[in-house]
């Protein structure tokens, strides 16, 4: 019988981790799905989308545990992010992107936020970079007007 409790203790603590791991993986994922939410936003010129995804990406940032994100880290995030939200000019939004984009990069270098690659994208004329879920250049700063303007500079690898 005791050994049969310490089976017992034995998978649910099992199950436990996996759940904690799972949740980590999903907030993770959340904070990083939410950003590629406002660069797509922002290539595709929709200052209104990109507005409201800027608002999820916020929300997303906020879920973080402080274990995971401190108070400073988040507040990095958030602040571009309000910008981007508040705003319904496309110009505006996207200058506040490249300093998001910057905050993100440090996040994801030090192994946050992405159980997939990550690439590291420069644009030549804004002297600025983004991060995109895909190796394929669409540049958010200019949009439509120079959509494959720009090179991957760096592949992050996943993160567990």
């Known amino acids: 019988m005791k050994s049969f409790q310490i089976f017992a203790c034995a998978v649910m603590m099992l199950l436990f981790v996996s759940q904690v791991k799972a949740q980590t993986n999903s907030s993770k994922d959340a904070v990083l799905t939410a950003y590629y939410g406002v660069k797509n936003a922002l290539i595709s010129g929709n200052a209104t989308t990109a507005n409201a995804k800027a608002k999820e990406f916020q929300t997303a940032v906020s879920a973080v545990p402080a274990d995971q994100l401190t108070e400073a880290q988040k507040d990095k995030l958030l ?19 490249a300093n998001l984009s910057e905050n993100m990069y440090a996040q994801v270098k030090a192994g946050k936020f ?39 500079k760096e592949t992050l690898p996943a993160t567990k």
């Open 114 to 152: 992405n159980s997939a690659p990550v690439y590291r994208d420069y644009c030549p004329m804004k002297k600025s970079y983004w991060l995109s879920e895909s190796s394929a250049i669409k540049n958010p700063y200019y949009g439509n007007q120079m959509l494959t303007c720009g090179e991957v």
């Open 79 to 97: 602040f571009d992010a309000r910008h981007i939200g508040e705003s319904n000019d496309i110009a505006h939004q996207r200058e506040h992107f």
